[in-house]
């Protein structure tokens, strides 16, 4: 299957500051990349759905001035979690998809903040 | 967003069939049954997709109910690598409005 590569694995951040997640379809186009968030032992909660040049749309509760989300170009996808805390520590996981065909995910981010 | 309705956990012995149903009874006519996988601490990974009629991959196969509110995946000799977390999903087939919704997903254990 296609590939996608999300960077970087795992990273650790102060609180407060912000932290920036790229997620790159390294062979194909794709027109639209989701972001989820998954808690441990918990489902992947959609947070946001973005199209190639266009705004990013959010789903009910997700804060779009915390999680900045910014589609390019149509292999780059980055979300940027801003003034992070601790709440905000969780695995992210990014997908891309061309159409409506399968979509393919990122190996997900470990976010932990302190 | 149609729903889809899975057991939450089963268990296979290692090379034995699995059958993983999915419940699906409000999916419409331009809803595609997507089938992921996910195993601990990484992304989900593409298993099949289909439409109406049954579907075959290296994989899986899947099988489509001739009303399609259900849907069983197929995996024909279980190994230990298959124990994940599976996830059915509906997708619409459009331009817009196609995300993907994870419900809670069936995680299988492979007894070896």
């Known amino acids: 299957g296609a590939v996608v590569s999300q960077h970087p694995s795992w990273v650790i951040c102060k609180s407060g500051t912000s932290v920036k997640i790229e997620c790159r379809s390294l062979?194909?186009?794709?027109?639209?990349m989701f972001w989820y968030r998954q808690f441990p032992k918990q489902s992947l909660m959609l947070m946001a759905t973005s199209n190639e040049g266009s705004k990013a749309t959010y789903e009910q509760g997700v804060e779009k001035d915390k999680f900045l989300i910014n589609h390019a170009s149509l292999t780059l996808s980055t979300l940027t979690v801003t003034s992070a805390h601790p709440e905000d520590s969780s695995f992210y996981i990014c997908s891309a998809s061309a159409g409506h065909t399968e979509a393919f995910f990122g190996q997900g981010t470990r976010l932990t903040v302190v | 967003d149609a729903k889809t309705t899975q057991p939450n956990s089963m268990e296979s012995n290692e090379e034995e069939p699995v059958h993983l149903p999915c419940n699906h009874s409000t999916i419409s006519g331009t809803d595609y049954i997507h089938w992921y996988r996910q195993l601990p601490s990484q992304g989900p990974e593409y298993v099949i997709h289909g439409l109406t009629s049954n579907v075959n991959n290296r994989m899986a196969s899947l099988a489509i109910a001739e009303d399609r509110k259900s849907s069983t995946l197929i995996l024909h000799r279980a190994t230990l690598r298959d124990a994940a977390v599976y996830y059915c999903i509906l997708r619409p087939r459009s331009n817009t409005g196609n995300q993907f919704y994870f419900g809670t997903g069936t995680s299988l254990t492979v007894i070896p």
């Open positions: 062979d194909f186009q794709a027109t639209t």
